[in-house]
């Protein structure tokens, strides 16, 4: 897959127009939820921003990881939009997924089954950002940890960590709403709350791991 | 998948990362294990394939790709807006040169019979002095005007109209001429006179070697201009044509009129809508068109064309209207003699109804 990424990225920087459609279609989906967990709503505008500067700045593309270098566009167009809103890059997780998640258990009960892939983009907005951000890169991006830690600026194996508390974070979630449906369960009954809340069970649910 | 007894939680990264490989890798590939493990489904969710309104910018983003690489799809866009600012520039130029000589011609018609019976020397003698008035010093020891009375007030017209009752087969147009050719540096007269422009009169004074003579014999008509500020502009490149255009100068649309009625409308005319056209498109283009002709108008004309042709339209038609009656005001303060004022005021003021 990465071959024949380089393949398109050769020939769209030849000016081939299909090999740059073959770009947007494989990258754009990505690209997207990423920023929908970074910026929300506005991910669309920041998105084509993005390929904006994508396409003028392909001939300047020297090789490496492609991915790495689109997905570092994506996320410096999303800082600059949240700049500009004056907000701060650090609250990133969009407001509406917060409250639908919060007094929306479907979201997790579908999350439990059959998982669609904006409840499940939802449920993990709701993490904290660095976790999400590196949930996102590594599973729905498809870097390494290298390489994710690369595009933010942070060591592979803080990469790791984020990703790794982000997952159990995402398990304890769903596991909270199976325990809700079966009275037998004890531990963190209570329904997702904004971030406040899980930063103080995360010590309770992972207390070790640093 | 799980070590402990929970099988949604990832206990170790080894645990973690194999997850997340495996969502990268793609959900598809493992569908059993996404089944299975509600972690694993959600990252396969997180990570499918692309829904359709997530390509719907696809479009916008081939269009920002071909504009990057200069591919034919947008220009036509940006030519066409170029094209109408240009068209409208052109138009607006056209219009000046038009009007400009609409004004010029009537004022010209309009000056002769009726001279103003003021005793010139006043303004004659300032104006001999001015300094860029190179003209009218050269053509004076040609003249008689300042020693007679009764050439005076012919000379106060100055600019078109060449004095009926000397020259009286000298026309309008080749006095303009005259007066350009006489405003030029010596060495530059000769090269002049191979313009197409000047060909009227060279033809009218037998010959390029004649014009000088020709001219000489002509140019007491026209010494004083009027304002001073047309002194100045005469300095450049184009005769003094500008007594009454200058005045019109109120707008500086009615400058163009200026170089247009200057240059001779009927002659070159053509030219300055070719050269404003450039101007239009390219500023700097017009600078230098200006430079290396005559046309002092063309060259304002075309840098009014950059700006809002409509503004310039604009100025031209009020230019031709009631330019001359801002020459009044415009010499006013600048001009000693004030008789002179008041002449080219009345003589501006008179409608052009020819």
Redesign the interface.
Same mark, same amino acid.
């Given at each position: 897959m990465t071959g024949e990424l380089n393949e398109a990225v050769t020939a769209?920087q030849a *000016?081939d127009?299909e090999a740059?459609?073959f770009l947007?279609?494989t990258l754009?989906?990505?690209l #997207? +939820?990423y920023l929908t967990a970074l910026v929300g709503a506005d991910a669309?505008d920041v998105?084509?921003e993005t390929? #904006?500067q994508?396409? &003028?700045d %392909?001939p300047s593309f020297t090789g490496g990881e492609f991915r790495a270098w689109t997905v570092t566009i994506a996320r410096n167009r999303a800082m600059d939009h949240l700049r500009r809103q004056r907000r701060r890059p650090s609250l990133p997780v969009p407001v509406q997924a917060l409250s639908e998640l919060a007094g929306d258990a479907d979201t997790a009960e579908r $999350?439990?089954?059959?998982? *669609?892939?904006e409840?499940? %983009?939802a449920?993990?907005a709701t993490l904290p950002p660095r976790e999400a951000e590196a949930?996102?890169l590594?599973?729905?991006i498809?870097?390494d940890?290298e390489t994710a830690g690369r595009v933010l600026g942070r060591r592979a194996g803080a990469v +790791?960590?984020a @990703?790794?508390r982000g997952?159990?974070r995402?398990?304890?979630m769903?596991?909270r709403h199976d325990a809700e449906d079966s009275p037998a369960a004890t531990e963190e009954v209570r329904p997702p709350r904004p971030r406040g809340d899980r930063h103080r069970q995360a010590p309770r649910a992972e207390p070790a791991d640093g | 998948m799980s070590v402990r007894g &929970?099988p949604?939680?990832?206990c170790d /990264?080894a645990e973690?990362?194999r997850? #997340?490989?495996a969502? &990268?890798a793609g959900a598809s590939t493992e569908p059993d294990d996404a089944?299975r493990d509600? #972690?694993a *489904?959600?990252?396969a969710?997180?990570?499918?394939?692309? /829904?359709p309104e997530?390509?719907? *910018?696809?479009e $916008?983003? %081939?269009a $920002?790709? &071909? $504009?990057? /690489?200069g @591919?034919p799809a947008p220009r036509p866009a940006r030519r066409r807006r170029r094209f109408t600012a240009g068209a409208v520039a052109w138009a607006a130029g056209v219009v000046a040169t038009a009007s400009a000589g609409a004004a010029f011609a009537a004022v010209a018609l309009e000056r002769p019979p009726a001279p103003a019976p003021s005793p010139d020397p006043t303004t004659s003698a300032p104006a001999t002095d001015r300094p860029g008035n190179s003209a009218p010093t050269t053509d004076r020891p040609g003249g008689t005007p300042p020693g007679d009375p009764g050439g005076s007030p012919t000379e106060k017209p100055g600019t078109g109209s060449a004095a009926p009752s000397r020259d009286s087969e000298l026309t309008p147009a080749l006095a303009g001429l005259c007066r350009s050719y006489l405003a030029k540096e010596p060495d530059q007269r000769e090269k002049a006179l191979t313009r197409p422009g000047f060909r009227p009169l060279v033809t009218a004074a037998g010959g390029a070697g004649n014009v000088e003579a020709f001219c000489g014999a002509a140019a007491p008509q026209e010494p004083a201009t009027p304002s001073p500020s047309a002194a100045v502009t005469s300095g450049k490149d184009t005769g003094d044509g500008n007594g009454r255009a200058d005045g019109a100068e109120n707008g500086n649309g009615a400058d163009d009129g200026n170089g247009a009625g200057r240059t001779n409308g009927a002659e070159n005319g053509n030219g300055n809508a070719a050269r404003q056209t450039d101007g239009a498109d390219d500023g700097t283009g017009a600078a230098k068109a200006n430079g290396a002709e005559n046309a002092t108008g063309a060259g304002r004309a075309s840098g009014a064309g950059s700006g809002n042709g409509a503004r310039r339209a604009n100025g031209a038609g009020n230019g031709a209207g009631d330019g001359s009656a801002a020459s009044a005001e415009a010499s006013r303060p600048l001009d000693p003699g004030p008789a002179a004022d008041a002449r080219s005021a009345v003589r501006a003021s008179l409608p052009p109804a020819g």
């Open positions: 769209a *000016g127009e740059f459609r947007y279609r754009q989906p990505g #997207l +939820r669309e998105a084509s390929w #904006l994508i396409s &003028r %392909l $999350a439990g089954e059959t998982i *669609g892939t409840a499940a %983009l449920l993990i949930v996102l590594r599973a729905v498809g870097l940890a +790791r960590t @990703a790794h997952l159990r995402l398990a304890a769903m596991e | &929970r949604d939680r990832p /990264r973690t990362e997850l #997340l490989d969502a &990268r089944s509600p #972690l *489904g959600l990252l969710a997180a990570a499918a394939p692309a /829904r997530e390509l719907a *910018g696809e $916008a983003a %081939l $920002a790709f &071909r $504009a990057a /690489r @591919a």
